[in-house]
């Protein structure tokens, strides 16, 4: 079907003169929605996703009106994990419905989240919209209510915008039910998906259309120019006598900024964020008023106001974390600058694609490497990044808490048949493989507690009522509770920060508590001093001049992608050969494999030859392990190289801990790293060649591993935002019993009590299953384990920190809580390290 | 050496089933059971666990066996709350027939237990609760509730009597650390210049760590805390406390 022909006429026509030549998203995604089939299009920013999916659907909408067959239910939902999308998404789409019937379309688009009024969600249940654009969370709160089925049965597309990023979490999965309930309801449904790049799409295909659905995937991510490259202010020599690389790394990001219009940084953590901000208009004071930061810890409003400022041109830099990385509309940025890796090929394509607002300007986007492991990483990201090479998605498998709250949802509108239910959540393809077992523990424990329980007593306030053939919510007050209590997004100890006019954002209830009233922090990129603390509020007032402490949010850091981590190891094996065969002019060949610049390339030999001199290049090929002695601490530190991440090295560490801990008694420090993870020990614990085997063995591993969880934060981490989204615990009730301050009936407390007495209770299963699966990655320790059963170990007693573990052993210290220390202390300890290094390791 | 059980003066003997045991007057006393807790929770929808962790009947009846108590006496938050659920008049039942079998019972009231007196009723219960009780000269309350001018009269009173005033309340809790990867959170009890704080009896309370917390109750603020005895792992730890 020739692209003219798949929309109408008169549609073509208005969109060729608004905005000429159809790009080649739109080229690809208009005659496949035409034909009614599901799709999944991968697409930069700025290539026109909008109209790929809209303009069809518009199109149909004015055809209907015009025949008079316009009906008012809603015909369209388009969800997206951000309301901002929708926000600007509503914006956009008023526009040609004004331009075709003037003030008042007869086509309503209107938006449905969690900020929408209540005299709003009425008038939209008399009179709804055509097009619903919406939450995953506000999509679940309709479902959830009969009389809004009604609305919801003649639905003929689903559009959910920014797909990957829900198909690797918890709100994905709880999406994915909500999804195929819709077309359960409606009977046909077509599914448009639309996604930045990222692999495999196959995976993020399935997750759309659900295990039985079929779907087609136009990718056309490489019809927008990305240009990477590496820069890094080490120069030659990488720790120079003056000056910190810090402030140089500030300088030049400076002259960065200067040199373009906009440009957007992006950090990996909030802290960073902040502290980049602050140090940029130290630095620059003549840009301090046109350099704004933006996390999500802000207020929404501060927020907003940023976005706009970028929008309309005025802001030379906005400094975030991950919080821009989505499509909002933000305007032409020219460069995107990312502050020392971003861990993973997609995500770097993903931020660099903010740069450059349409289709036919290049986005640009540089790494910035800030020593030299970030160095390799980044070359060898950006390596990556122009071979296509992405990163891998994980999906959460059966995230029982989510279940439970659909269970409940579904029971809601209608009684179920057990089998009904089952077949249908098992079309979520999170849900695909979900045990019959684990889908009856869920029932009993959502109808208050096993048959012998319900035998026992006549009242066990439970959410649901078990019957023969299936279940049903119960009515009234579960209902109404349940309503307030829709989703996946945890609660954590927030605690507001305000000054007497204004709210700034939020900040972790434990930075809080580490303050005394007169210290002084940062928010928003602006130090403030804390006057006053109430249960849910801090009071500021500013502080501008004063030196702040910066708060350190507990945002997740992201590990380390796979192929990185291959790439490499790929390269560190070719260097190793070079240094082996006695090769020469190894510089130029670095310069040459890495793309990474002579001055880069020096740097990069000069570390490696000295790593190569004082230990050995470590590859994949065999697990090097380093054995430091520490004089001052009287212990014994081992690096051990595993490239595989952190999150799978955090799994692997607390294995091996613990078998250590069996074998010689005592405890050990690990600090999990991307590149390895370092034990600290006691002397006399002291490891032997003999002793691997049984440390690096495969057997066992699971039960250490769930022991070694067993009592971490971490788990009980999981298992609250379990307890919040498997309605064993309402979110707001942690808000009222933190005015009981002192009781603290946490979430903690049940965990203790079902760690002893139901240790398979559905929820505790699923903290454990999010546990090994987020922040741990069992997965990735035990195929670590698997392929060194074959490998060597090599251990080897070496003089100082060698330069490969100097990264991970600088992790053991501490952050310090004041703003300056990161980059100074860091450097300091560079410095020091490096004359070593330069002087010979027997010098000191 | 038995470390389950520590004279913190004599006659005064604390133990790791967290009870405290006046001997001279054959008198155990535990504070804040919160029976119902879990049934107290699913009435307000919240679907915690009832089959599991509710066995403070059986932990007093271990006590019993140990001491030869002729009074026990329960400080206070004796129920969470009072939900007209039949699980707890059940369990209360069980307790009062259980222990009040083998030694008289003293139900002493706490914040949480306003209603308790129709709960005994409706379970058929037959007992008194009482504001407070004098054991030799030791005073046992809950600790909620006195102002400051009170709570500095009665420990004017008691001290010299070389006696203590015994409260519950405050779930005292303290962390402890072995420097390197393990934190644990223990219940615990307080001990101070003429009083005694009881840590919680109830599996369900999480505690505040005495290090970070003050105490709500004037009978443990207006005189200076001198140790902490933890529980840990069912034995007894002392831990001085510098300043409170």
């Known amino acids: 079907m020739p692209v003219e022909s798949s929309v109408s006429p008169s549609a073509f026509a208005w969109f060729a003169d608004r905005y000429g030549t159809p790009t080649p998203a739109q080229k690809a995604a208009w005659p496949r929605i035409a034909r009614g089939e599901n799709i999944l299009l991968a697409s930069p920013t700025g290539t026109g996703k909008t109209f790929a999916a809209f303009l069809g659907v518009l199109d149909e909408l004015v055809q209907l009106h015009a025949r008079g067959e316009l009906r008012d239910t809603i015909h369209c939902v388009y969800v997206s994990p951000l309301r901002a999308l929708s926000y600007d998404l509503e914006k956009n789409l008023h526009q040609p419905l004004r331009e075709l019937y003037g003030d008042k379309p007869p086509i309503r688009v209107q938006l449905r989240t969690g900020d929408t009024t209540s005299s709003e969600r009425a008038r939209q249940y008399t009179k709804p919209p055509h097009i619903l654009l919406t939450t995953p969370e506000s999509l679940c709160v309709l479902l959830s209510q009969e009389r809004w089925l009604v609305h919801l049965s003649r639905v003929r ?553 067993r009592q971490s934060d971490m788990l009980k981490y999981h298992f609250r935002n379990a307890a919040q989204t498997g309605l064993m615990v309402y979110r707001n009730y942690f808000d009222r019993q933190k005015s009981v301050r002192k009781l603290q009936w946490s979430a903690e407390v049940i965990f203790n009590v079902l760690q002893q007495h139901e240790p398979e209770h559905v929820l505790m299963r699923e903290a454990r299953r999010d546990a090994l699966q987020t922040f741990i990655d069992a997965e990735g320790a035990r195929e670590f384990l698997i392929a060194q059963q074959s490998k060597p170990v090599r251990l080897r007693r070496v003089p100082m920190v060698p330069p490969l573990s100097f990264a991970m ?36 | 050496m038995d470390r389950t059980r520590l004279e913190l003066e004599p006659g005064v003997w604390l133990d790791a089933g967290r009870a405290v045991w006046l001997e001279e007057w054959r008198t155990l006393a535990v504070a804040d059971l919160h029976l119902g807790y879990a049934w107290a929770h699913r009435a307000e929808g919240q679907l915690l666990p009832v089959d599991t962790g509710e066995d403070s009947t059986e932990r007093l009846l271990r006590l019993l066996a140990k001491y030869p108590a002729e009074e026990v006496v329960l400080l206070g938050d004796i129920v969470h709350r009072a939900v007209d659920v039949p699980a707890l008049h059940t369990e209360l039942r069980w307790l009062a027939l259980n222990v009040g079998e083998r030694a008289r019972l003293r139900l002493i009231g706490g914040n949480h237990d306003w209603e308790l007196a129709e709960t005994l009723a409706t379970a058929n219960i037959v007992l008194e609760v009482d504001d407070h009780a004098v054991v030799g000269p030791h005073l046992l309350l809950h600790g909620d509730g006195a102002d400051e001018i009170t709570a500095e009269a009665r420990l004017s009173e008691t001290g010299p009597r070389r006696g203590r005033v015994i409260l519950g309340h405050e779930h005292p809790a303290i962390g402890l650390s072995d420097g390197v990867a393990s934190h644990v959170k223990c219940p615990c009890f307080v001990a101070g210049d003429g009083f005694l704080v009881l840590p919680a009896f109830s599996h369900w309370a999480a505690g505040g760590d005495i290090r970070s917390y003050r105490f709500m109750s004037p009978y443990a603020r207006l005189r200076p805390s001198t140790h902490a005895v933890a529980i840990v792992a069912g034995k007894l730890l002392p831990i001085p406390l510098t300043k409170r």
């Open chain 1, 809 to 844: 052993y600088a992790t053991k210290i501490k952050e310090a809580l004041l703003v300056e220390d990161p980059y100074e202390t860091m450097e300091r300890l560079y410095h020091q390290w490096w004359e070593k290094i330069e002087n010979g390791p027997h010098s000191s």
């Open chain 1, 157 to 709: 597309w689903l559009i959910v915008d920014e797909i990957h990023a829900l198909a690797e979490n918890k709100r994905g999965a709880h999406l994915a039910l909500s999804m195929e309930r819709l077309a359960h309801h409606c009977g046909k449904l077509q599914r448009i998906g639309l996604s930045a790049t990222i692999a495999p799409l196959d995976e993020v295909a399935r997750f759309l259309v659900g295990t039985h659905g079929t779907c087609t995937t136009l990718d056309v991510s490489s019809s927008k120019k990305v240009k990477l490259s590496v820069h890094t202010p080490l120069r030659k020599n990488p720790y120079p006598e003056a000056g910190y690389t810090g402030q140089r790394m500030i300088r030049e990001l400076g002259e960065l900024i200067r040199k373009h219009q906009t440009t957007l940084v992006f950090c990996n953590v909030r802290s960073g964020a902040e502290a980049t901000t602050y140090w940029l208009r130290e630095n620059f004071p003549d840009l301090a008023d046109v350099i704004e930061c933006h996390h999500a810890s802000l207020e929404r409003d501060v927020r907003r106001d940023v976005e706009d400022r970028l929008k309309r041109g005025e802001l030379r830099a906005v400094v975030c974390s991950t919080s821009l990385e989505l499509g909002i509309d933000i305007g032409s940025v020219d460069l995107v600058v990312m502050m020392s890796t971003p861990k993973g090929v997609s995500k770097a394509l993903q931020r660099a694609g903010r740069a450059g607002h349409n289709i036919r300007s290049i986005s640009r986007g540089i790494l910035m490497a800030t020593n030299i492991s970030d160095l390799v990483e980044s070359c060898a990201t950006v390596l990556l990044s122009r071979a296509r090479q992405l990163d891998n998605v994980r999906m959460p498998e059966s995230p029982l808490d989510v279940l439970a709250q659909h269970v409940v949802s579904m029971g809601c509108t209608e009684h179920w048949s057990r089998a009904g239910a089952l077949a249908l959540i098992r079309e979520a393809y999170p849900f695909r493989d979900l045990d019959a077992g684990m889908f009856d523990d869920v029932l009993d424990y959502l109808a208050g507690g096993g048959a012998s329980l319900r035998q026992r007593y006549s009242e066990v306030f439970g959410k649901i009522v078990l019957d023969a053939d299936g279940f049903r919510t119960r009515e009234g007050r579960v209902r109404r509770e349940f309503l307030q209590n829709i989703g996946v997004i945890p609660n954590v100890g927030q605690v507001q920060v305000r000054t007497k006019t204004r709210l700034l954002g939020s900040v972790e209830e434990m930075f809080i508590r580490q303050l005394q009233i007169g210290d002084v922090f940062m928010i928003a990129g602006r130090p403030v001093r804390l006057e006053k603390v109430t249960q849910m509020e801090a009071w500021v007032t500013k502080a501008d001049g004063a030196l702040p402490t910066v708060p350190r949010w507990n945002a997740n850091k992201m590990p380390l992608s796979n192929r990185v981590a291959q790439e490499i190891n790929a390269f560190r094996k070719e260097l190793r050969t070079a240094f082996e065969e006695g090769q020469k002019d190894v510089d130029k060949w670095i310069a040459k494999r890495l793309d990474c610049g002579k001055a880069n390339a020096e740097i990069i030999l000069k570390t490696h030859l000295a790593q190569h001199e004082l230990s050995e290049i470590p590859t994949a090929d065999f697990l090097l392990v380093e054995e430091l002695e520490d004089e001052e601490q009287g212990a014994l530190h081992y690096f051990f190289h595993s490239l595989i991440g952190r999150t799978s090295n955090d799994a692997l560490a607390r294995v091996i801990t613990r078998r250590l801990s069996e074998a010689r008694g005592g405890n050990a420090i690990a600090t999990p790293h991307d590149y390895g993870f370092v034990l600290t020990v006691a002397k006399r614990q002291r490891f032997v060649e003999a002793d691997f085997p049984r440390l690096l063995s495969l057997e066992g591993f699971d039960d250490a591993l769930d022991e070694a969880i």
